[in-house]
């Protein structure tokens, strides 16, 4: 076997000749990745390893901006691994990422855990006042500073050796819950063998269950497949009570049936792993450790601002639990209220209350249409930016689609994809990444990709979405603005490398757009007529907002408050039971409503054990507040023009992580975050 020529020809080793350097997937086999990450690791390595031995004396030049400099192949093909295996994975990525995760992790303490390398940097740290950097280049050296501190770059080298272990192990744990959890979301869908059992179920619905049971081998029947909360969609419509049961408890157990794909054990180790990593670095738990560098800064804030949302969510949500009872009893259902019949009974009150059937409202949101003139209208009121279609960019998936965005002036800005259908071998959710990132040191333009896992229709029927879907793609995109939007001359602050209690402000910002009127009747029309929706429909929508937001609320803090409870156990507690621990923890902070159960269950909580937001689900909370508080400085002056558009890029969505996120937000704001229009906008205060 000829190695060289194996990597001269493998499409990975080099950057794409295509637009942007977009990845060829024509070329791309899943079998190029792991002798290309080998390489990008090694190569990596060597460049570390010259700065670290450069004879020279440290300067910005040959240390800070070298180490921006370097890793780029690693780079590159990590960033095509993370497109696919989230969104298009298959055995030989999965079994991959288990591989490469831990070595991932090891390449990360190769650098952080260099003692002469953070030596250079600590030289550097302590003149930095002498260096007369311009502003982005002192944050950068702050940046690596902490970010070596964080590391343990001050720690024995007998304790180093314990935490790169304790790295590998944990990096290696994330990515086999991640492959558990697929798995088990797949093997968990609930087959119906009567279609009469499917009654509430649109037509459309019925038999895109009918293609998914098909496809599953199971032709003849109907497949409802789980999406990754614990509430399924399907629930809001099926009248069958027996039915909507067995698929809640199809969700809430789908990855606990004691196989191998259950993932309780390997919870219970990442958690007594990052707990141990917490103590090496002399914290107490690792939410302490892992807030440092967050707006918040500490568990006790989290928490404190969560003490102020509980209170008022969980008292809406045991109201809208009478008012739901009241209808069960009306139709003498002869029940109390579970999970399982909150969607269905909460849509029965909506449809009472404000007369809005979701059926009556999905023909006017057809998928494509809201995103082009939708999303993309929003996006050039606001900013300027136009979009056109390419069709000469290789995709993974035929169904997806590929656009060059282009600036206020004409500029090419960046690409876009989107890849809006759910697949059994995509992991759930909705999520926004970039495949190549903007840096002027690189010369390189954002590629940014959208994913999410909206229900595809069989052959010859239109995409047709729920308003909360048109809000997750108006979301996602509010991401893809803040990629795109990226304006740093270094990757490691680039766009949307921000903490995590800030990265959620311009995707959560970007959903009010969704109903502004000059946005919304833009788009909002009927797929067959091209009609636009009636404004007493409209007008429905908007009064319904406020409709069921205790229980929305409380699922999202119950999720926000299992996450900090798992990551604020002290050093060497040993946790027995994963089911035990989750309903004490939820007990204790007064978050055990028993109708409403948590959004993510600990067994399935793919944010904080396989994506990176570990001590940081309560940033949606945290950043609604500020998004709130944002969208109130607009309302304040005039609301969708051009010029604030201009000005909330300008100070918001282009700094990337170049200063305070305080100080960037309330220079914004004019104070710092209020959380009243937070409370108001959820109906929890009136006005």
Known sequence: MDTDKDLASNPLMHASTLPFQAPDFKK????????????????HLAEID???????????????????????????????????????????????????????????????????????????????????????????????????????????????????????????????????????????GLVVSNKDALKGLSDGAINSAAQDATNAGEKGKWLLSLQNTTQQPALQSLDNRDIRHQLFEASWNRAEKGDKNDTRATILRLAEIRAEKAGLLGFKNYAAWNLQDQ???????????????IPAATAKARKEAVDLQAVINKDNGGFQLQPWDWDHYAEKVRKARYDLDENQVKPYFELFNVLENGVFYAANQLYGLTFKQRKDIPVYQDDMRVYTVYDKDGSELGLFYCDYFKRDNKSGGAWMSNVVEQSKLLGTKPVIYNVCNFTKPVPGEPALISYDDVTTMFHEFGHGLHGLFANQTYPSLSGTNVARDFVELPSQFNEHWALEPKVFHHYAVHYKTGVAMPQVLVDKIKKSQEFNQGYALTEILAAADLDMEWHTIPVGTKIKSVDDFEATALKRTHLDLPQVPSRYRSNYFLHIWGNGYAAGYYAYSWTEMLEDDAFNWFKENGGMTRANGQRFREMILSRGNTEDYNKMFSDFRGHKPDIQPMLIDRGLIKK
């Open 28 to 43: 791309i086999n899943s079998s190029d990745f792991e002798p290309a990450f080998e390489e990008g690791l090694k190569e």
């Open 295 to 309: 707006m918040a800064r500490t568990p006790e804030a989290v928490q404190s601002f969560l003490k102020k949302l």
């Open 50 to 188: 010259k700065i670290t031995n450069n004879p020279e004396a440290p300067t910005f030049d040959n240390t800070l901006v070298a180490m921006e400099k370097s890793g780029q192949l690693l780079r590159r093909v990590n960033g095509v691994f993370n497109m696919l295996s989230g969104a298009n994975t298959d055995s030989v990525l999965q079994k991959l990422s288990e591989e490469i995760a831990p070595k991932l992790a090891a390449q990360q303490d190769a650098v952080f855990l260099n003692k002469k390398l953070y030596e250079r940097i600590k030289n550097l740290f302590q003149k930095k006042d002498e260096l007369n950097l311009d502003k982005e280049s002192a944050r950068l050296l702050e940046y690596y500073n902490i970010q070596f501190i964080r590391a343990g770059a001050n720690l024995s080298d007998e304790n180093k050796t314990k935490l790169k272990k304790l790295n590998e192990e944990e990096a290696g744990l994330g990515a086999k819950f991640t492959n558990q959890l697929l798995a088990a979301a797949k093997a968990g």
